[in-house]
């Protein structure tokens, strides 16, 4: 298996999208392409579609598939962008977002995403196109929005303090480091509330922020949904709260005919059930999966089926 990512729930993933003999799948998140080929391998007659925003992942993901040459198309963009690279009346047989940072964008000290590596640069940028570092964030927004986005991104109960902290700080020199805004942080908050994780939640929220991660997530996930056939599959790996939130409302909503009072005699409302949500609960990883990659303890997979065409 690829170093450079370990795929996540891999055979649970796989059995989610249930796949089908000639089957289109697209997998919008294709990273190191560890799902993707096993989509390819499993069902030696299915075709993909792969994106990825990293220009490191396609390179990566290139070299992975090229023994599956004819059967995939692979492309450098944002999978919110599907609609640009689907055919206008392309529909899938399932598609699968890995909504998680890789491991190789974690382990690249380039990258910046590691609180656990103070010499790295605040990047956070999985596009490394894009304009926007974390740098720019925690150097250039004001404390109101410093105070915003940790506390609407990273649920941290501390946001205002810290972004205080932050403000105060910069004043003194730009902040331009992992381990300088690290540090700053763990410096934020009552000793009690101090430990060697404290900065994750901080982390979480600029890096949500410089990649807009779930800006248009759920009106992707609709588009995606919309464009399955019948019998086809959506699976989605969400990796925190916010993601899971937005993946298990959409299903829902997405699951919910005809909301007309039982009295009435015919439905007035027009709505109807799209999908059959196939996990009511989210797969979780095993203890085996969990001890080899502790990245996969915070993962979540929820999957739905499309029963209208």
Do not use: W
């Amino acid at each position: 298996m690829s170093a450079y990512h370990r795929p996540i729930l891999l055979d649970e993933v796989l059995d989610g999208l249930a796949l089908k003999p000639y089957g289109l799948y697209f997998d919008g998140t294709c990273g190191g392409a560890g799902h993707s080929e096993g989509i390819l391998r499993r069902e030696p007659t299915a075709r993909l579609i792969a994106t990825d925003k990293d220009g490191d992942a396609i390179e990566e993901a290139a070299k992975r598939l090229s023994p599956y040459e004819g059967r995939y198309r692979l492309i450098r963009t944002d999978f919110k962008n599907f609609g640009e690279v689907l055919l206008p009346d392309e529909r899938i047989d399932g598609f699968l977002l890995d909504l998680g940072v890789s491991s190789h964008q974690i382990d690249d000290e380039s990258r910046g995403f590691a609180y656990r590596i103070p010499s790295a640069p605040l990047d956070m940028r999985m596009d490394k196109r894009s304009a926007l570092t974390a740098a720019d964030v925690v150097n250039g927004y004001s404390a109101e929005e410093l105070k915003r986005i940790l506390r609407e991104y990273g649920e941290e109960p501390f946001a205002g303090t810290i972004a205080k902290s932050i403000v105060r700080e910069r004043e003194k020199a730009p902040i331009r480091t992992c381990g300088e805004l690290k540090e700053l942080v763990e410096n934020s908050l009552p000793p009690r509330f101090r430990s060697a994780a404290c900065a994750r939640q901080t982390f979480q929220a600029i890096r949500i922020e410089v990649n807009g991660e779930l800006k248009g997530l759920e009106e992707c996930i609709r588009g995606l949904c919309a464009r399955l056939k019948k019998g086809g599959r959506a699976a989605i790996l969400s990796f925190h709260s916010l993601e899971d939130r937005i993946v298990k409302n959409v299903f829902r909503d997405l699951s919910t005919g005809c909301t007309c009072p039982k009295d009435l005699p015919v439905c007035v409302c027009g709505r109807v059930k799209e999908m059959e949500i196939v996990t009511r609960k989210p797969v979780t990883a095993g203890e085996k999966e969990q001890q080899d990659n502790p990245r996969s303890k915070s993962a979540k997979l929820r999957i739905a089926e499309k029963i209208t065409e």
